[in-house]
């Protein structure tokens, strides 16, 4: 109720605002003076109810004692009559709405959006158009195949759906951390989505594509090669997103002021580096922390540690549509960097988590139909079909029409229109006219063209034969996929084998696997070869010709590095005896350059004065960046003992998985001895954070804090994986 009369207050301020007294509402009087990077928080704050230090009442505002039902003696039964009781568990039978159908599971935060310059020659977008112009935004991450209840390591493709609140208007770009898609038309979404999802028959299994119905897809539809790769590689494994890049995938229109249009493909681009996990550890994380994203997001944004991503595209001019191999409508195809560059147009900042993740995060209703004059489609076959879905989904999810005017999704500036009534309308509408045009209301709201700050629509001529079927170029479904290939370097390539073996090995239908393994044949001979080598299949014959291309943009690996180390997660393993002034040390000196450092010891609370905040049992390497140990013989002694102490050997695992999944690991003085005991390779003495593969000792932990920190930076050393024998 508490709610409701809040939205109604609104409500009825608009209506003032309508009627044309702007001055009582600070609000208006914000957006007149031209929006602000707060503007959509505020507008938020407007519907937040606080229960703290308040009275219980019904949703009809009678205050109530509902501890109990009534009943008709105490040990009677319950009466009709109990109007609490009823509407209690009425409100509770409600309180579901289906999940999305596919990106059931997400998390989302708040943040701005900065324009570098002055952008007017590509688009008439006003928010792009004045340098340091902050637009508010929010930002909804997620899996795709998963349940709402899903793991977030899962592999899958991950959405990155952006909405910029503008002064002009909603733009919603809703886009993936993939750059192509699988299918190429949006008539065959449907079967992708039915043959990744958990089968009909079993509902099995959960929240991934590793099984024979993704696989028999993949393999009869060509098509969905490019982005099956991407899948298997690390790019289906983000370590976190704030590691993650953004593509809007299809290409898009800029239209500037004049009318003049350029084609543009839209990237988000992390400020903090590109980083992927691998799958053992995706794996592991998945039963330990099945919220791992989630919190990695969380935890940075509630310390200060803002995610940034920069915000650009590439550019093709109208002339050169038809100048590429691939067709720009084509969304299983990308503009290779190496083509045409990334053109950096500004910066996001995600500042703020949600208060309430139903209310923003769940009931968000993203659209590529939001959008602003300055941005327009183009004839993409996906693209167009998504322009239905997004709306028509939404009745499903929020049961009514009225979903834009629930909070999260009411645009900043006014709405006016002559769309009325529906299920839950919020708003009182005055007057008797509802339509246009009008005489009674001076044909208001009026009609507003584009040479008078209109949404543009771009006048593309159009002309050609009612007929299914796809131009030429969408027939190529293997060069993008040997380029990707080819561009990532040895041990990202490993990632991918290991991944496609597993995925392609969970199909128990021979068939699906030599099909598959034929696909991989046609992007490259030695791909092919070794996953058949893993799956049963003998290795194909034929070779088909590589055209060794490569481009950049395309290796994780490659990708600059961040340049320092906030947010890193570290541990420092300890147990009674740890040298506390080494361990102190380094932690301070983490601590001070921003890393997430933890003790790791035998038990919570206060230790020789370290406060242990994670035990052996509590957590595990996977969750961590980094792992140090300490020197103190008993410590080292105590960690080791196998036998009464940690019979499951988990410090010992805790560092040789540090060691396997490439993170960086340094040990002083006896800790050193526990790195050789988990089998790890120690140098002799360390040299330098590259030279060593990211595994530092030495007799004191301030000589190792420099080279710590430069392998932090790295993050990965994946030159430590092995590689397939016969790997090129
Ligand atoms: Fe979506 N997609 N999609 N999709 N999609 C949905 O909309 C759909 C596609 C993407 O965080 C649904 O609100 C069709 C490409 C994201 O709320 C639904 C087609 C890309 C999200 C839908 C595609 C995406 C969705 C489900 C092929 C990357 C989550 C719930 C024509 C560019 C948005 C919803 C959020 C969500 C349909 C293909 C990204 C059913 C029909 C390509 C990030 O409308």
């Known amino acids: 109720m508490k709610a409701y009369t809040i939205g109604y207050a609104i409500t009825l ?48 505002g009678t205050k109530i004692n509902n501890t109990d039902s009534l009943k ?41 959006f900065e324009t570098y310059e002055d952008w007017s020659d590509l688009t ?92 028999d897809f993949f393999a009869s539809e060509p ?96 002339e050169d549509e038809d100048k590429f191999d691939f067709d720009l409508l084509d969304p299983t195809k990308l503009i290779p960097e190496s083509l045409v560059p990334f053109k950096p147009l500004g910066k996001m900042t995600l500042n703020r988590n949600v208060e309430n993740f139903f209310s923003e ?87 507003v063209d584009a040479k008078d700050g209109g949404y543009i629509e771009y006048p593309e001529m159009v002309e050609g034969r009612k007929e299914r079927g796809k131009s030429a170029k969408f027939f190529d479904h293997y060069s993008q996929a040997q380029l990707f290939w080819n561009s990532l370097t040895p041990p990202e390539q490993q990632q991918l084998v290991d991944g496609a073996r597993f995925e392609i090995g969970k199909s128990k239908s021979l ?37 060794n291309q490569t481009s950049e943009g395309l290796s994780i690996d490659q990708y600059p590095k961040a340049k320092n180390i906030r947010t890193r997660t570290v541990a420092i393993l300890t147990a009674p005896g740890t040298d506390t002034s080494d361990a102190k040390k380094m932690y301070d000196y983490l601590d001070k350059e921003g890393a997430y450092v933890q003790y790791v010891g035998l038990a919570l609370g206060d230790q020789d004065g370290l406060n242990i905040t994670q035990t052996y049992t509590t957590t595990a390497s996977v969750l961590f960046d980094a792992a140090y140990v300490p ?23 805790f560092v040789l998985d540090t060691f396997r999944h490439g993170k960086p690991l340094a040990a002083t003085g006896a800790g050193v001895e526990l790195l050789k005991a988990a089998r790890v390779k120690v140098p002799s003495s360390s040299k330098s954070y590259a030279e060593d593969k990211g595994v530092l000792v030495s007799s004191s932990s301030t000589s190792l804090e420099e080279p710590f920190k430069k392998a932090l930076i790295q993050q990965r050393f994946w030159s430590r994986m092995p590689l397939d024998k016969n790997a090129k």
Not at 140 to 161: E, M, P
Not at 300 to 316: L, S, W
Request: aromatic share 10%.
């Open 223 to 318: 098509a969905t090669i490019h982005t099956v790769l991407w899948a298997l590689s690390g790019r289906g494994i983000p370590r976190s997103f704030r590691q993650v890049e953004g593509f809007g995938v299809h290409t898009f229109r800029l239209v500037n002021e004049e009318g003049k249009s350029v084609f543009a493909k839209f990237i988000w681009k992390p400020l903090q580096g590109l980083s992927n996990l691998v799958w053992d550890e995706a794996q592991k994380i998945a039963g330990k922390d099945s919220d791992f994203h989630r919190n990695d997001l969380y935890d940075a944004i509630n310390r200060g540690d803002y995610p940034e991503y920069e915000f650009g595209v590439q550019i093709v001019q109208e």
């Open 361 to 447: 995060t769940e009931q968000v209703t993203f659209h590529l139909g939001h959008v602003v004059r300055g941005i327009g489609f183009t004839n993409d076959p996906l693209l167009q079909g998504r322009l239905f879905s997004y709306l028509d989904t939404q009745i499903n999810r929020m049961g009514g029409v009225n979903y834009m005017q629930l909070p999260i999704n009411r645009p900043i500036n006014p709405v006016h229109n002559s769309q009325r009534d529906g299920q839950m309308q919020f708003n009182i509408f005055k007057g008797k006219v509802a339509y246009s045009p009008n005489g009674l209301q001076a044909d208001t709201p009026s009609m």
């Open 511 to 547: 068939d699906v696997r030599k099909r598959m393994i034929e696909i991989l044949n046609h992007v490259d001979n030695n791909l092919a070869v070794r996953v058949a080598s893993g799956v049963g299949v003998e290795e194909p014959a034929n070779k088909y010709k590589n055209s």
């Open 124 to 215: 008439a977008a006003k928010f792009l158009r004045t340098p340091g112009t902050k637009t508010p935004v929010f930002v909804r991450f997620s899996t795709v195949l998963g349940s709402k209840g899903s793991a977030d390591t899962v592999r899958d493709v991950r959405g990155f759906a952006t909405r910029f609140y503008t002064e002009e208007g909603l733009w919603d770009l809703v886009g993936n951390i993939i750059a192509p898609f699988f299918v190429q038309d949006a008539i065959k979404f449907p079967d992708l989505i039915h043959a990744g999802k958990p089968q009909p028959n079993t509902d099995v299994p959960q929240a991934g594509t590793a099984h024979e119905t993704a696989y």
């Open 13 to 60: 301020v608009f209506g003032v605002l309508s009627s044309g007294v702007t001055a009582q509402c600070p609000f208006h009087k914000r957006m007149t003076e031209g929006g602000g990077q707060d503007a959509k928080l505020e507008q938020l704050e407007q519907y937040s109810v606080n229960d703290a230090g308040t009275q219980e009442t019904t949703m009809f």
């Open 631 to 653: 020197g103190g013989k008993k410590a080292i002694e105590t960690l080791m003992d196998n036998v009464s102490q940690f019979p499951y050997e988990e410090p010992l695992s």
């Open 72 to 112: 008709a003696g105490l040990r009677g039964p319950t009466l009709m009559e109990d109007f609490m009781m009823r509407e209690k568990v009425m409100h509770f039978d409600h309180e579901r709405i289906p999940e999305r159908v596919v990106h059931a599971r997400g998390v989302g935060a708040h943040g701005y």
